[in-house]
């Protein structure tokens, strides 16, 4: 079946540094990732996607890149704020039938300390 | 524009009760998703309907789950005889339609406590 591995954290940086979360799929086909963000007291919230090979997702200054030889989709972000504090979940949606059904990754905790 | 609401926001049963969730999806949304997310892991697949038609329920954890959305809005999970094991959040999604592309929106989550 389809799995999503994330980075474990917490990860805990100062603002302005630079971001990495790693994430890796197993999936048949070919799935579309996703990359949801909860912030504090709130439900999740789409941050962006990307629904085929090579195809960059980005928002918010966030960014990540279908690579389908590594089976990755890690987030980037060149310079992080207090503000981007959440829990970050990467997720994919699989091809055929149960394309619906998204699969999520256990979650990092992203904290940024001014 | 009101987004999924769920409620209650949290509920605390005693172990053997019933609990009902609610959801009220955004209006117009056809699909509508029930996921459960335990401490500290991802959200993980129960149901999903599209309209009042529940086209997936392969992940309720038992019999003792049950979804319904009778007129294709408003969706109601039922666990009956709760279990300590089934204290967790229950999230709501809805989207426009169901492909695996489209956005899914999520409501605040209901925090369910079996003691």
């Known amino acids: 079946g389809n799995s999503v591995t994330q980075m474990e954290g917490p990860v805990t940086l100062s603002e302005e540094a630079f971001l990495t979360i790693n994430c890796t799929y197993t999936a048949t086909g070919y799935p579309s990732l996703f990359w949801y963000v909860q912030y504090p007291g709130e439900g999740l919230q789409l941050l962006l996607k990307?629904?085929?090979?090579?195809d960059k997702g980005s928002n918010k200054g966030f960014e990540a890149t279908y690579r389908k030889e590594t089976t990755s989709f890690h987030l980037e972000k060149g310079s992080v704020q207090v503000s981007d504090s959440a829990v970050y979940f990467c997720?994919?949606?699989?091809?055929?039938?149960?394309?619906?059904?998204?699969?999520f990754g256990k979650g990092t905790l992203l904290t940024v300390n001014p | 524009g009101a987004g999924v609401s769920q409620s209650p926001r949290y509920k605390v049963a005693k172990r053997g009760q019933d609990v009902a969730l609610r959801c009220d999806p955004i209006s117009g949304h056809v699909s509508l998703f029930w996921y459960q997310q335990a401490l500290g892991q991802g959200p993980e697949f129960l149901t999903y309907f599209q309209n009042e038609a529940q086209l997936d329920k392969s992940g309720l954890p038992s019999d003792r789950f049950f979804a319904e959305r009778p007129e294709g809005s408003v969706s109601t999970l039922k666990i009956q005889r709760t279990q300590q094991e089934d204290s967790a959040v229950y999230l709501c999604?809805?989207?426009?339609?169901?492909?695996?592309?489209?956005?899914?929106?999520f409501g605040p989550g209901t925090r369910l406590t079996v003691l």
């Open positions: 999604a809805s989207s426009f339609q169901g492909g695996g592309y489209n956005e899914q929106f």
């Open positions: 997720a994919l949606t699989g091809s055929g039938g149960s394309n619906y059904k998204l699969t």
């Open positions: 990307a629904t085929k090979a090579d």
